[in-house]
């Protein structure tokens, strides 16, 4: 089993910049592909981005492209989600999952656990 713990979310002015961080626990993620998705109110949730077990091969949604950026750390376990320029259209919840395989997935059924999720609010 793999907890996964978000934290970082919080209330920002547009333009601003935030950075969530995702740790794992219960086992090593270092073999998993792992990525980033949000839902707004009263919408569905949706990708924004995913990295693979290497940190070589990064996809993005077209809503956030140029502007986020996802990393890891294997050695601390975690995942990051840079987030520059932000818009109020980004408000949302903000989930880290984790996917049994070494590839970044962009589909959220293929992902096989999932964080609590952390607030981010972004002001006009």
């Known amino acids: 089993q793999v907890q996964l713990v978000e934290s970082g979310g919080g209330l920002v002015q547009a333009g601003g910049s935030l950075r969530l961080s995702c740790a794992a626990s219960g086992r090593t993620i270092s073999t998993y592909g792992m990525g980033w998705f949000r839902q707004a109110p009263g919408k569905e949730r949706e990708f924004v981005a995913a990295?693979?077990?290497?940190?070589?091969?990064?996809y993005y949604a077209d809503s956030v492209k140029g502007r986020f950026t996802i990393s890891r750390d294997n050695a601390k376990n975690t995942v990051y989600l840079q987030m520059n320029s932000l818009k109020p259209d980004d408000t949302a919840v903000y989930y880290c999952a984790a996917a049994n395989t070494f590839a970044a997935v962009t589909t959220e059924r293929r992902y096989d656990y999932w964080g609590q999720g952390t607030q981010v609010t972004v002001s006009s």
């Open positions: 990295i693979d077990w290497t940190g070589g091969s990064l």
